[in-house]
């Protein structure tokens, strides 16, 4: 049974760096892009970024592009998200997702996931 784990979440000031990991077992997800999407109270789940199976392509959304860098290690079956310069409005539950038909023109669609981790909370206070 495929799943995704996330973690690394928290509770920290405006500016504080965090690293959140995402672990992938269960299945092979080889071919598969990998993705970050948030969803803060009340919003729709939004795109955060995504890297394709071999790191060599990665999409970040503007609003956290220069801050936010997705990576993989695919030896750990493991994505993270590397976050530094956190604002108050990065404040929501961070999710990792598995897409096995995402391209360039739907990468930012949650619906094009397949699989979902159940999140981990990230809290920026100002």
């Known amino acids: 049974q495929a799943q995704l784990v996330e973690s690394g979440g928290g509770l920290v000031q405006a500016g504080a760096s965090l690293r959140l990991s995402c672990a992938a077992s269960?299945?092979?997800?080889?071919?598969?892009?990998m993705g970050w999407f948030r969803q803060a109270p009340g919003k729709e789940r939004e795109f955060v970024a995504a890297?394709?199976?071999?790191?060599?392509?990665?999409y970040t959304a503007n609003s956290v592009k220069g801050r936010f860098t997705i990576s993989k290690d695919n030896a750990q079956n493991t994505v993270y998200l590397q976050m530094i310069n956190l604002e108050p409005e990065d404040t929501a539950l961070y999710f990792c997702?598995?897409?096995?038909?995402?391209?360039?023109?739907?990468?930012?669609?949650?619906?094009?996931?397949?699989?979902w981790g159940q999140g981990t909370q990230v809290t920026v206070s100002s």
């Open positions: 269960g299945r092979t997800f080889t071919g598969y892009v």
């Open positions: 997702a598995a897409g096995r038909y995402v391209s360039t023109s739907n990468y930012d669609l949650p619906r094009i996931y397949n699989y």
């Open positions: 890297i394709a199976w071999s790191g060599r392509q990665t």
